[in-house]
Structure formats: structure tokens, C-alpha cells
């Protein structure tokens, strides 16, 4: 069974930094691309950021580019993103999720492997 888990998620002020990770089970994890998606109250879930399943491509959504940086360790089977400078409407629910259908995707409609999400909450 394919197991996602979404973790390091809390409360942070504005301007801070939180580190996520995705760490994965039941699957053989070099063999899929990994991406962040987040979803606001009352929004619709968007792309965050993704990582390819080979040479480590990424692809940020406009409004984290410069501030997100996502990694991935195949060795430990985990997933991360370092989230910096960290704004009031980046709250929201993130989750990961996993394909191995393309070596990238930003489309979350690729993505066949959900996990559960990790709240994050940007406030004063």
C-alpha cells in the first residue's frame, strides 16, 4: 500500500520559515515525481511546487518563486520543502502527492498518490 505522509506544518509569523517534508512507503520512490499542492479555506487546491522523478527539475508556482525551494532525498524515500519569507497568504492546508506517469507534472490531475496534508498558518 502507497502511503503519503505530510508533516512540519504549524503556526509561523509573517517572514518566517517552515520546513515540510513528504515521506513515502509502499511505493519505489526514485521512480516518481513528487509535488506540493496547498489549499486555502474557501479556495481551490493549487500548485505549489514539484520535482521530477530523474535529474531533480523543479517548477515553483509565481507566487512562492524565490522564497520555496523543494528537495527530495531518495535515500530516506522523503520529500521537502523549505518554505522562507513566509507571507500571510501562503496559509493553507499543503499536501503532497506522487506520480509515475510523466518524469514531471504540475497538473494535479496527474498525480495518482495523495497524502494527507499539514496545515500551515502564517500569522501575527
Known amino acids: 500500500e502507497v502511503q503519503l505522509q505530510a508533516f512540519g506544518g504549524g503556526l509561523v509569523q509573517p517572514g518566517g520559515s517552515l520546513r515540510l517534508s513528504c515521506a513515502a512507503s509502499g511505493l519505489t520512490f526514485e521512480d516518481y515525481a513528487i509535488g506540493w499542492f496547498r489549499q486555502a479555506p474557501g479556495k481551490e487546491r493549487e500548485g505549489v511546487s514539484c520535482i521530477s522523478k530523474s535529474d531533480g527539475t523543479t517548477y515553483y508556482a509565481d507566487s512562492v518563486k524565490g522564497r520555496f525551494k523543494i528537495f527530495r532525498d531518495n535515500a530516506k524515500n522523503e520529500v521537502f520543502l523549505e518554505m522562507n519569507d513566509l507571507k500571510v497568504e501562503d496559509t493553507a492546508i499543503y499536501y503532497c502527492?506522487?506520480?509515475?506517469?510523466?518524469?514531471?507534472?504540475?497538473?494535479?490531475?496527474?498525480?495518482?498518490?495523495w497524502g494527507q496534508g499539514t496545515q500551515v498558518t502564517v500569522s501575527s
Open positions: 502527492a506522487a506520480q509515475n506517469r510523466r518524469d514531471v507534472a504540475r497538473d494535479e490531475s496527474i498525480y495518482e498518490e
